[in-house]
């Protein structure tokens, strides 16, 4: 506690999910803004109505397919069932007041690591940021539980655990170091 | 369209010629709970804000709050401002049903004294007993507090949310009693019978909002009753052991929903305002009917968002999560939205301070949307979890979306009583800041979210504290604006007293066919509505009865969870007997309507009740004295007579909505917590 220092940097993910969401936002404005000019304009209410009810299913369908086809393909993505077979490190993480445990506290690179998480206490959050200080992954540590994160560690150096979950007085200061050595 | 511009009174300026026509003119209790729901929620705001810039600062490193102070700030400006604001919208929904359905004023006036003792616990709380947990609470965290707050302050803290949880149960109770029994039961009032053609004349769609929330509402508050029961037990005995998994599901269960219902309460409420500016009515149509009951079905679905890193939860729920979340989205981008832009469009829009910030909150809503949606998927939220990108999609929605309507259901009212519109120079400068101001402090946190920085942080990562500094002179800048809307307010009312308001003069114009007729309430009838129900429920009872059989009560002795099971069945057992006995006929008549008041106050209290007993402290002394341990599950029987008898009385819909939900809460209560 308190020497590991999280210092974060943008990679190229993050920085597209936020690209999107900023055109979306502010499409979104535009079109709320042009609304507002067409709002003092004085049309038919029979107009209005019929050209929106008209264009009403396409909006439906359009924003059915797109969010559809967007939550099928991230379903192919998710953290879930670690293939523990293949793995080529194991590393028993322990999360606690405002603490992390390791072990061991380094793999090689280019090792395929299940880390098992778990809390000594309260709720933590393993927050793993890479030598880059790019958040790549995250698993709760919960009290009575163990949750299995797999990552491919390929890149060598100091990676940085930072607690993603609140725990108390301590939380932001809940940092630990692993290394990945080179290979 | 006949013209109506010839009868519109002398208020035109303010609203829509046709708008007057558009709302039955609210009455005087009608006003009342407006004023004060929203006058207290814009006062808690205020004083809430104040914390976050307070925290944003220290963030910033400009000021220097301690770790302590920074979470115990935290937690409650998370709790209160969610207290003040659910508490201003319920007053707005409340405003715009009373003209068409017979609501109770005391009961209102009971949630509200609920909720105000509610937020005043939770101060207390924080302040002088340091709990400083966060407002989600998350067992077993309030615990282990580090030695920053005593036991007592989390069980302050417990109870403070319980009273909120009241408050709002009261309300959602009372609301989806009244609307069921004036609209034809729940499939009337959630419009179902209308898309199944069975309805030439449809609910009103606050009413069909209203119905779906409330019905939700009281799904969530038995949830959140029965984790704050469950925490309030461990720091009664800490000898009660919360499963973490189980308690992380209730928790978010009910914050999720909570935190939901804010806005769709909201929009209940612009279904009926937004009308008097565009000067065209907010018509029940299929496509609302069909996007309210996939809210009711989806807000109750997706809150599984929040576990999605929690990899032991079963993949399944992960999967109705994330669609769920998504799906969330189609009524509010396709219904709600969607329809109150095409009334506005080309309606000649009468922009007042009031209908700006209503058009506004549309924006907030769907902006914020669409951040939580891109938050709810799964790979991303695998980046983005328990970032900062959290505070920003739900402050965008919230604070610019929830509160711009409070702001406007404040200034609505006072627009209407003035007889005038608020300053238009005012308007634009106060409406300018809030939105510059607003949209760079959630700009700020979309951004550093997206770079990984955490949420709760009270000290920020290397080089990140700009943020936290631009954000906080955006506060400064929202926070002008806002001082604006309060003297504009000030203004206002000072005119409003000066007598210039309508209501004294001119009669009401004539309404619109539909859009105000007050349903007179069918007459009551129980929760059990045939001799076949009865007789279902009494075979229940039997049935369950065998759970009082000294036989299989003892061999529930060794497992704690069989024996909380055993509990849950022997209540189900007494609440059985009692919704039977207070739906037969003679006695139903005898007592209802006259006692709703009282058997709402039987359903809170003996669920409650039932599960506080379950405190191994209480009842493990009891146990070595057979008559002693007999009496005991005699009352847990009592307990659950003493609700059935409530929901008996409270109709078909409610009644038998507490029936189970009550059960309910003994199951769910039995599944998670061991110990003792
Ligand atoms: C003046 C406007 C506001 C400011 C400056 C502000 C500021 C903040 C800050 C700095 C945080 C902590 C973020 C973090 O680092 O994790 C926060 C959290 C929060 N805010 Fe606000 N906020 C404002 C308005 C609101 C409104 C209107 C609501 C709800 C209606 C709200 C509800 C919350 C909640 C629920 C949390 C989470 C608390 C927790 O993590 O336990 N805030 N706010
Ligand atoms: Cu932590």
Not at chain 2, 325 to 348: F, H
Not at chain 2, 418 to 428: D, H, L, M, Q, T
Not at chain 2, 521 to 529: G, H, I, K, N, V
């Amino acid at each position: 506690m308190g020497d590991a220092l999280l210092d974060p940097s943008y990679d190229g993910f993050q920085i597209a999910v936020a690209v999107v969401f900023a055109l979306i936002a502010v499409s979104l404005a535009l079109f709320f803004a042009f609304a507002a000019r067409q709002a003092g304009r004085e049309m038919s209410l029979e107009a209005v109505t019929e050209a929106a009810y008209r264009a009403r299913p396409l909006w439906l369908a359009f924003l059915a397919i797109v969010l559809g086809t967007i939550v099928c393909v991230t379903l192919f993505f998710t953290p879930y069932r670690p293939d523990t077979a293949a793995a080529s490190a194991t590393v028993k993480v322990v999360g606690g007041q405002f603490y992390w445990t390791m072990d061991p506290k380094s793999v090689p690179a280019g090792s395929d690591v299940i880390f098992e998480v778990t809390a000594a206490d309260v709720n933590h959050g393993f927050g793993v940021y890479n030598p880059t200080g790019q958040l790549i992954g995250n698993v709760q540590a919960m009290p009575g539980y163990t949750n299995d994160l797999e990552l491919s560690l390929d890149e060598p150096g100091t990676y940085l655990v930072s607690c993603l979950e609140f725990c108390g007085l301590k939380h932001h200061d809940m940092a630990a170091e692993f290394e990945v050595t080179e290979e | 369209m006949e013209s109506a511009t010839a009868t519109a009174p002398a208020t035109g300026s303010i609203a829509h010629p046709d708008g007057e026509r558009l709302m039955a003119p609210p009455d005087r209790e009608a006003r009342l709970v407006g004023w004060l729901c929203a006058g207290t929620g814009l006062a808690l705001f205020a004083v809430m804000g104040l914390l976050g810039l307070t925290m944003r600062l220290t963030q910033a490193e400009v000021l220097g709050v301690s770790d302590e102070w920074f979470y115990r700030i935290m937690t409650l400006h998370g709790s209160g401002m969610l207290a003040g604001i659910l508490l201003a919208l319920m007053g707005g929904i409340w405003y715009v049903l009373k003209s068409v359905a017979e609501l109770s004023f005391t009961r209102m006036l009971v949630s509200y004294a609920a909720m105000v003792l509610g937020a005043v616990v939770v101060l207390v709380s924080v302040v002088f007993g340091g709990f400083g947990a966060g407002w989600t609470f998350l067992s077993p965290l309030p615990f282990l507090p580090a030695e920053a707050w005593d036991t007592w302050a989390a069980a302050a803290y417990f109870i403070g949310l319980m009273l909120v949880g009241v408050s709002f149960l009261v309300f959602c109770i009372d609301v989806l009693t009244t609307l069921t029994r004036t609209y034809g039961g729940l499939s009337g009032a959630l419009g179902v019978r209308f898309l199944r053609d069975r309805d030439d004349n449809p609910p009103p769609p606050q009413v069909i909002a209203a119905t779906a929330v409330t019905a939700q509402g009281t799904l969530a508050s038995a949830v959140g009753s029965t984790i704050l029961i469950a925490l309030l037990g461990k720091s009664i005995d800490s000898g009660v052991e919360l499963d973490a998994l189980w308690a992380k599901n209730l928790t978010y269960f009910f914050g999720h929903s909570y935190a939901n219902l804010i806005i769709y309460l909201g929009a209940g409420m612009i279904y009926v305002l937004l009308p008097r500016y565009a000067g065209r009515q907010w018509k029940t149509t299929k496509p609302l009917a069909y996007g309210w009951l996939a809210t009711l079905l989806l807000v109750t679905t997706a809150y599984g968002h929040h576990l999605y890193m929690d990899f032991v939860q079963p993949g399944a729920a992960s999967v109705i999560a994330t669609v769920s979340s998504s799906a969330a989205a189609l009524p509010v981008a396709v219904v709600t939205v969607y329809t109150g832009v095409m009334l506005v469009w080309g309606s000649r829009y009468r922009w007042t301070l009031a209908s700006v910030l209503i058009y506004l909150g549309f924006a907030g809503w769907t902006i914020g949307g669409v951040g939580a949606v891109i938050d709810s998927l799964i790979p991303i939220n695998f980046r983005f979890h328990n970032t900062l990108w959290v505070p920003a999609h739900f402050h965008t929605y919230l604070m610019l979306g929830a509160v711009f309507w409070v702001m406007a259901f404040l200034v609505h009212m006072l627009e209407r009583a003035a007889g005038r519109p608020a300053s238009e120079r005012v308007a634009k400068a106060s409406v300018g800041a809030m939105v510059l101001g607003g949209y760079g402090l959630v700009g700020a946190w979309y951004a550093s979210g997206a770079l990984g920085v955490p949420r709760r942080y009270s000290v920020q990562p290397v080089d990140t504290e700009v943020y936290s500094a631009v954000a906080s002179a955006c506060v400064a800048l929202f926070a002008v604006g806002f001082l604006l809307v309060l003297f504009e307010v000030g203004r206002l009312a000072l005119a409003a007293r000066g007598g210039a308001g309508r209501g004294s003069g001119a009669a009401a114009p004539p309404p619109i066919a539909g859009a105000a007729a007050a349903a007179g309430p069918a007459p009551a009838r129980p929760a059990l509505t045939s001799p076949l129900q009865i007789g279902t429920v009494v075979a229940i009872a039997v049935a369950a009865s065998f759970a009082l059989l000294p036989g299989i009560s003892a061999a529930t002795e060794g497992n704690v969870q069989m024996h909380h099971l055993a509990h849950a069945v022997q209540y189900l057992y007494g609440i059985a007997l009692g919704i039977a006995f207070g739906s037969t006929p003679s006695i139903f008549r005898r007592l209802a309507p006259r006692w709703t008041g009282a058997a709402i106050a039987a359903g809170i209290i003996g669920s409650t009740a039932m599960l506080l007993a379950m405190v191994p402290a209480i009842y493990e002394p009891l146990q070595d004295d057979d008559v002693l341990h007999s009496l005991y599950h005699v009352g847990v029987v009592a307990l659950g007579v003493i609700t059935g008898f409530g929901a008996a009385l409270l109709g078909p819909t409610t009644g038998k909505l507490l029936a189970v939900l009550s059960v309910g809460m003994g199951l769910m209560y039995a599944a998670g917590v061991t110990g003792g």
